[in-house]
């Protein structure tokens, strides 16, 4: 790609160009802007080095060689990264044709190995040279590469399916958030739609979180900043948190975590070994500061809401508790139909405690995960320097990865706070600290969902589960009453009655109501509906009594289908 770049435009610098999953990138500085329309004029060019079948060669040589060769080709972006090769390694460039690049390889053998019919250029986009803002804005064109024409196609559907549920796209599309860059970057507006969906998820969470003896606590969304320094924060993660604002002459800060909240909760009051374990939730809101090339719609921002939990408990409770959140995480997840993988993140190089504690609760996780017969993959050394966790990642409808829930054990803020309880022998003893988020952040989280279930919720979340279309202005008095049984029941109802019943059904279809109820004459008499359900070909006709009995199911159950039939 490159070298066809540079026959189009022999001005052009290059600078990097990587394989990554599925495909490749490279960068360069161009005389004008990309468009996409250029992507299949580079194509073609692609395609007639390919058929011209030049040999790729590869050549080692000394540093001085290697620059006087990048100095002959006249490109500055060549010699930083020469620059950046440490002394003792090998240098190679690899050729073909007319082209020469400073490389690492490996290549194919020949141009003539690349398909020509299972390649394709898929976007441009602007990066800056290092990824640094203060650095020149390049001009990045992305591409994949398969070994045959129909794992390209497969492809292709596979990435069409992903922008068609784009969190972004479908956001816009039926008004469920918004952001707004002269409010500031990554910060979520969640409208009405999505504002529903999240105040069912909340109140399922605090359900499912009283059940298990969790308290509700909530604390300042700001704090002295002496709070982050005795926590340790503003030491060990003080790039993430917000510059601080002046009150009273003395700087606060707006809180990246709920835990010091917790702990300060905790230490209130004095807490005998009876008292354990005190488990406390919060549906917490932090600002973490992330660079704004990072930021994505809902997935990466600067304010979200954690689900947060913290449980104190003593040192012999703690592989039950972590039984009973890993409980929670199946409960959870499996409601959603996510399957997942949870990794077990030991002892990293730097740490605080002994080998004892460490020990301790590593062989409490792995033995709560035992009595859960979760399988626990390993990632050695992938803790935090304060103490083991389990880490989730969850997989969705289209196979994608996504992080999940994290327990963690903590054995610094309980030093930092000096926490303590008093013990059966009377002695003050330190509790154990563990976090654990499930949804992590309901921004990330509730982003997920959208692209998860195409926005196609399901009954018990979707903010709009059923329109009722009167066939004529007729059947509008029964239409109403339907629509007021429902709502007496909880469920959110449009009534369509304006203009062709075929575009009525089909704005219904495009704002993703799961659920039309039509009421033609034959209905009005019967006290019945006519049903289009999504996704199912048949319509079926029930009875008002039956169309609610059947929400209702479908709601209590959570169930992840519409259709009538058994699941
Ligand atoms: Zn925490």
Request: charged residues 25%; aromatic residues 12%; proline residues 5%.
């Amino acid at each position: 790609m490159a070298d066809a770049v540079l026959r189009l435009f022999p001005e052009a610098k290059v600078a990097i160009g990587p394989p990554i999953d599925h495909g490749f990138y490279y960068d360069f500085e161009l005389p004008r802007a990309l468009t996409d329309e250029d992507l299949p004029l580079i194509e073609a060019e692609m395609r007639k080095i390919i058929g011209a079948g030049n040999d790729f060669t590869r050549t080692t040589m000394t540093r001085e060689q290697a620059a006087a060769r990048i100095s002959e080709s006249a490109q500055p972006y060549k010699v930083e990264l020469l620059d950046d090769i440490p002394e003792g390694e090998e240098i190679s460039f690899y050729d073909h044709g007319t082209w020469s690049d400073l490389c690492e390889g490996p290549h194919v053998e020949s141009t003539k190995q690349i398909r020509y019919d299972a390649f394709k250029l898929l976007s441009v986009a602007g990066a800056y040279w290092r990824g640094d803002s203060e650095n020149k804005m390049l001009t990045r064109v992305y591409g994949t590469a398969w070994w045959h024409k129909k794992d390209l196609k497969k492809y292709m559907v596979y990435l069409e399916e992903v922008q068609q549920r784009d969190h972004r796209k479908l956001g816009r599309e039926l008004n469920l958030f918004s952001l707004h860059a002269e409010y500031g970057a990554g910060l979520v507006f969640w409208h009405q739609k999505l504002g529903y969906v999240r105040r069912q998820l909340e109140q399922w969470w605090w359900d499912l979180h009283h059940q298990r003896e969790y308290w509700p606590v909530y604390t300042p969304h700001v704090a002295s900043e002496e709070v982050f320094i005795q926590s340790g924060h503003l030491e060990n993660y003080a790039d993430m948190i917000w510059a601080p604002m002046d009150v009273d002459g003395r700087p606060y800060r707006v809180k990246p975590m709920n835990c010091p909240g917790h702990v300060t909760i905790f230490n209130s009051t004095r807490h005998s070994y009876r008292d354990l374990p005190v488990r406390m939730a919060e549906l917490g809101s932090v600002y973490r500061y992330e660079p704004s090339g990072t930021l994505h719609g809902m997935l990466r921002v600067r304010g979200f809401t954690q689900d947060d939990a913290h449980i104190f408990c003593t040192p012999e409770q703690l592989a039950d508790e972590i039984v009973d959140v890993l409980k929670l995480v199946h409960t959870i997840l499996s409601t959603f139909g996510y399957s997942y993988t949870a990794y077990l993140a030991t002892r990293p190089e730097k740490f605080l405690g002994t080998d004892e504690i460490w020990e301790h609760a590593i062989s409490a996780l792995v033995d709560a995960a035992e009595r859960q017969e979760l399988n626990l993959e390993d990632d050695p050394g992938g803790g935090v320097f304060y103490g083991p966790k389990i880490d989730f990642k969850i997989k969705d409808a289209l196979g994608r990865e996504w992080q999940g829930p994290t327990v963690q054990v903590d054995f610094n803020l309980p030093d930092r706070f000096d926490i303590q309880y008093n013990d059966a022998d009377n002695e003050l003893k330190r509790p154990v600290m563990v976090h654990r988020a499930i949804f992590g952040s309901l921004e990330r989280f509730v982003g997920g969902l959208i692209e998860h279930f195409a926005a196609w919720f399901p009954v018990w979340l979707c903010p709009m589960p059923v329109a009722v279309l009167p066939i004529t202005d007729e059947q509008l008095d029964p239409a109403k009453e339907l629509r007021s049984k429902l709502m007496a029941r909880g469920f959110n109802v449009e009534l369509s009655h304006d203009g062709p019943l075929r575009k009525r059904v089909r704005d219904s279809e495009v704002n993703k109501i799961p659920y039309m109820a039509v009421i033609g004459e034959r209905e009005a008499e019967n006290g019945q509906v006519s049903l289009r359900i999504h996704g199912v070909k048949q319509q079926v006709t029930l009875t008002i009594d039956e169309f609610i009995a059947l929400l209702e199911d479908k709601r209590s159950s959570k169930s992840l289908t519409y259709s009538i039939d058994a699941e």
